[in-house]
Every structure is written in structure tokens, then in C-alpha cells.
């Protein structure tokens, strides 16, 4: 298996560049493929499309701040990078798990965090800045 797992800068995945150095929704969708799907802990159904899916990113960098990554995992086109931020001064802990599509620009990615106390109450905040009510709404359909 061709998994590697780096540590230092020069390692590093351009998700966590721009999450870590200007988690801006225009940053993030130069990252992103124009169909990306985006799997959350908040929405029920996956998110699809650059332009929401970088919405959804910077609303979340504006939750938790700039993440701490403390681990990087690749495999081929997929990255998995382990971090820390902060909700309401409690910690949260996730992993981002990215596919990378034949261009090399991010088409999927799926977000896990822990422990739930705290990822409801960012759940909850990133509903109220999106202006959503359900977790399966999106303002994105239609």
C-alpha cells in the first residue's frame, strides 16, 4: 500500500495550507473541483459544488478558527489530516479525508469530528450563520 504519512512543512496538503494560513471561501474553492460533494457531521445530505461547498468552509474556519493539524496520512489521490480547534473554548478534535480527482483538485470531502457535545454546538452555530434550520436544508437546492 502507498500510504505515507508526513510531518514536516513541505508536506503538507494545500487543504491544510489554506485552512491554516487564510480559510477564505474564495481560497478554498480555487482548491476544489466545480462538482466536489462535501460530507459533514452537520447536514444529513451531502453538499454539492465548489461554490457552496467553500461557503460551508469558511463558515466553519469562522467557527472553530484556524486548526492545529497534528497528522497527515496519504494514499494516492486520498489525504487524511487529523486536527484540533476550539468550540466555545471546549475542544474538538477531526479529520479531514479528501479525494483528489484526475486534475488534482479536491472532488470529495468528508469532515468527522468528536465529542459530540461539542460538535453540537458547532453544528449549531454553523446552522445559524448559514441560516438554516434543519440540518437537511441546504440554500443551495433549487
Known amino acids: 500500500m502507498g500510504t505515507s504519512v508526513g510531518s514536516s512543512g513541505t508536506d503538507r496538503h494545500p487543504f491544510e495550507e489554506v485552512s491554516t494560513t487564510d ?4 481560497r ?17 445530505h451531502p ?6 461547498v467553500a461557503e460551508i468552509l469558511e463558515t466553519a474556519h469562522g467557527i472553530f478558527g484556524r ?6 496520512l496519504r ?4 489525504t487524511v489530516l487529523l486536527f484540533d480547534g476550539e468550540v466555545q473554548g471546549q475542544a474538538l478534535q477531526g479529520a479531514v479525508v ?3 480527482d484526475p486534475t488534482g483538485r479536491i472532488g470529495e470531502l468528508t469532515v468527522l469530528m468528536r465529542p459530540l457535545p461539542v460538535v453540537q454546538r458547532f453544528a449549531e452555530e454553523a446552522m445559524r450563520r448559514l441560516g438554516l434550520t434543519e ?5 443551495w437546492d433549487g
Open 47 to 52: 453538499v454539492t459544488g465548489r461554490d457552496p
Open 23 to 26: 480559510p477564505s471561501a474564495g
Open 67 to 72: 486548526p492545529a493539524y497534528r497528522l497527515r
Open 75 to 78: 494514499d494516492g489521490p486520498h
Open 98 to 100: 479528501l479525494r483528489e
Open 135 to 139: 440540518a437537511d436544508d441546504s440554500p
Open 28 to 44: 478554498f474553492a480555487q482548491l476544489l473541483a466545480p462538482d466536489a460533494i462535501f460530507r459533514s457531521p452537520v447536514f444529513v
